[in-house]
């Protein structure tokens, strides 16, 4: 099992240009999320997915969008990126609520 | 609210000193408390979680209800201890809180 799986694993924009990141998970999880750690702040949540055709929002969630796609797959989307979104994303699913989340290997984006 | 402090940013030990990273949480009612470490350059895993009550590479962790922390303790540190430690909490919910974490260097 390749696990929690992200792409891209590094990321350039300039300010205003979109993009869309992708994670795919191959453990049958229930769960996913879009984690963003910045120094000194720890992990956030933006986005979650409790199961597949559903969607919330974290503690940050403006300036992002997702999907799921499916229950494998959850994207995170940037529509117009910001300096303020320079960050390492992280990806992570896990079966139920009271499992362990597994996380994938992140993607360091900079805006400029 | 949930809420989840770490209140050192880095912590600084010899090779076989002794380890405590803090770890307080906010919660009315009985959490799952976690553990998570980030080695450099890889990716977050579990380290360990309060309700298995086990010991991982020499790491314990014991929830005490009454000063609501979670500490994570190891006897006698090793160089390859050195990573980004994450508490947090979960409970009822399909979220996990996490602390803003804990930097451990082990100098030999």
């Known amino acids: 099992n390749a696990g929690v799986t992200q792409t891209p694993k590094f990321q350039v924009l300039k300010t205003g240009q979109s993009m869309t990141l992708q994670c795919a998970q191959d453990?049958?999880?229930?769960?996913m999320y879009w984690y963003r750690q910045d120094p000194g702040m720890g992990l956030r949540l933006i986005y979650y997915?409790?199961?597949?055709?559903?969607?919330d929002k974290g503690e940050v969630p403006n300036g992002y969008n997702v999907s799921r796609l499916n229950k494998r797959e959850f994207s995170l989307r940037l529509e117009s990126a910001a300096p303020s979104q320079t960050s390492v994303y992280f990806c992570?699913?896990?079966?139920?609520?009271?499992?362990?989340?597994?996380f994938g290997p992140g993607t360091r984006l900079t805006v400029l | 609210a949930q809420r989840v402090t770490q209140p050192e940013k880095l912590l600084s030990v010899f090779k076989g000193a002794p380890v405590e990273l803090k770890c307080n949480y906010s919660?009315?009612?009985?959490?799952?408390l976690f553990w998570y470490v980030q080695y450099s350059r890889q990716r977050l895993q579990l380290l360990l979680r309060?309700?298995s009550r086990e010991s991982i590479k020499g790491f314990t962790a014991d929830l005490n209800k009454g000063e609501t922390s979670f500490h994570l303790k190891k006897p006698f540190a090793q160089e390859e201890d050195s990573a980004m430690y994450y508490c947090?909490?979960?409970?009822?919910?399909?979220?996990?809180?996490f602390g803003t974490g804990t930097r451990l260097q082990v100098f030999p």
């Open positions: 992570a699913s896990r079966r139920t609520a009271t499992d362990t989340q597994y």
């Open positions: 453990m049958n999880h229930n769960s």
């Open positions: 997915s409790a199961s597949e055709g559903t969607t």
């Open positions: 919660y009315s009612g009985s959490p799952e």
């Open positions: 309060h309700i």
């Open positions: 947090a909490l979960s409970k009822d919910t399909d979220k996990l809180i």
